[in-house]
């Protein structure tokens, strides 16, 4: 196979809307590290690929997100904490099985084939490092919620030594998973139980503190509600959200027309890009940045931003 074509700086500032200087000096060097080569797929193989995702999304096998899943997350951190003490706390262990579980990938609004199976964790560092970098600069305190393995606490705790940072999440195994990594990697980190359908008020957020969540908050579906009021409630200084964002899909096309009947079949996130533009019309929120970066997984595209701030 011939991997001929390659995810380079210039193809990030595009997706970023950031000069390439910026993007060269912030993450150039993962950039090059990484050699994200990837190729299109011929028509048989993509006809062959499509086949295969509709199949799977009309099999009937796919778990629909929601309370219930309470259990499932539960038991995936706990067996996530035991690997990464029984790997000597190596932090390589923290790496999701789900990201990266197949090369077939989507990219620029098609599929395509990566490479190296390294390629989509690869490109997640390389993003989170990016929006860490573009909206994270100046906040002392950050809180992720659903932070499950901590793989973004821990980046980002390395990235901003300055910072307190606060992993949440309904389970106990990734609240664990932060104050484990407090103590053995001695990094800033404190981990706190949350659940996004019972927000706990009594949680402390400081004035100036930052909000982000990464492929978490589309466990939800359309009962996000309780989580942005509880944020509207505290009134963070910056929220930023890596998310499948359904608003952006154009069902003309088939890929996304593939991608949104998985969404909707997996009862993903539903409705939070359109009520924060409500929300914006009505003065209470200011949006800043929504952007569909074309990058996903084979059934989805998970790396798409969304930044707002509160009104105050
Ligand atoms: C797909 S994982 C993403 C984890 C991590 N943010 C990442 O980037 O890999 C979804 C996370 O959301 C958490 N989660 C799901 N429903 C939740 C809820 N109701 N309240 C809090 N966390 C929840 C899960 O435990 C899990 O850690």
Not at 194 to 215: E, G, H, N, Q
């Amino acid at each position: 196979m011939v991997y001929d074509r390659v995810l380079g700086v210039r193809q990030f500032a595009e997706k970023f809307g950031a000069p390439e200087s910026e993007v060269a000096e912030i993450v150039g060097t993962d950039i090059d590290a990484a050699g994200l080569k990837y190729r299109l797929l011929e028509k048989a193989e993509r006809d062959a690929l499509i086949v295969s995702v509709l199949t799977r999304i009309d099999s009937g096998d796919l778990t629909v997100v929601g309370a219930a899943r309470h259990r499932l997350w539960s038991d995936v951190w706990q067996e996530c904490l035991e690997n990464f003490i029984r790997n000597d706390h190596d932090v390589e262990a923290l790496n999701p099985r789900f990201v990266g579980a197949s090369r077939m990938l989507r990219l620029n609004g098609d599929y395509a084939e990566a490479e190296s199976t390294r390629f989509e964790v690869d490109l997640y560092g390389i993003v989170r490092k990016w929006l860490f970098h573009r909206w994270l600069g100046g906040y002392s305190n950050i809180f992720e919620f659903g932070s499950g393995s901590a793989f973004n606490l821990v980046a980002l705790a390395r990235q901003r030594p300055d910072a307190s940072i606060h992993g949440l999440d309904w389970a106990q195994g990734a609240v664990d998973l932060a104050n484990v990594l407090r103590e053995k990697l001695n990094l800033n980190l404190h981990g706190r139980s949350f659940d996004f359908f019972k927000p706990d008020y009594s949680l402390d957020i400081p004035v100036r503190s930052a909000v982000m969540t990464f492929c978490a908050l589309e466990q939800t579906g359309e009962r996000f509600t309780q989580f942005l009021d509880f944020l509207l409630a505290k009134q963070p200084a910056r929220c930023i959200h890596m998310e499948p964002i359904v608003e952006f899909y154009d069902p003309a096309t088939l890929p996304d027309t593939m991608a949104l009947r998985y969404h909707l079949r997996r009862g993903y996130l539903n409705g939070l890009l359109t009520r924060l533009r409500e929300l914006e019309e009505k003065g209470r929120v200011t949006i800043l940045d929504a952007r569909r970066l074309g990058l996903g997984s084979l059934y989805h595209e998970g790396f798409s931003v969304v930044v707002w701030e509160p009104v105050p």
